[in-house]
Nanobody, 126 residues
Framework: QVQLVESGGGLVQAGGSLRLSCAASGRTFSFYGYGWFRQAPGKEREFVAGISWSGGITRYADSVKDRFTISRDNAKNTVYLAMNSLKPEDTAVYYC???????????????????WGQGTQVTVSS
């Protein structure tokens, strides 16, 4: 069973940047795709970005395209989300997630993800 631990959240002014990290353990990191989701108060959890097990495929929500970048470091068993040009509407709890199947989920559809971290709060002030 995979364990996912997020870090890097915090308070930032609009236009600023943050980098979230997700450290994974409990299974072979490089076999799986990973993603980031977020949930704002009073809203449903939404997909933000995903990266395939190979690292060759990435996918982003339209609301974060050209501002956020997902990446992975297999040597460190860590997935990152670099967030630039942050907006107040990016305020949410950000969750790391893992694709259910090894070598699977290249579509990076939200339904492909099945393991979640505890989340890290990102607050963007105007």
């Amino acid at each position: 069973q995979v364990q996912l631990v997020e870090s890097g959240g915090g308070l930032v002014q609009a236009g600023g940047s943050l980098r979230l990290s997700c450290a994974a353990s409990g299974r072979t990191f490089s076999f799986y795709g990973y993603g980031w989701f977020r949930q704002a108060p009073g809203k449903e959890r939404e997909f933000v970005a995903g990266i395939s097990w190979s690292g060759g495929i990435t996918r982003y929500a339209d609301s974060v395209k050209d501002r956020f970048t997902i990446s992975r470091d297999n040597a460190k068993n860590t997935v990152y989300l670099a967030m630039n040009s942050l907006k107040p509407e990016d305020t949410a709890v950000y969750y790391c997630a893992s694709v259910n199947r090894p070598y699977g989920g290249d579509s990076l559809s939200p339904a492909d993800f099945g393991s979640w971290g505890q989340g890290t709060q990102v607050t963007v002030s105007s």
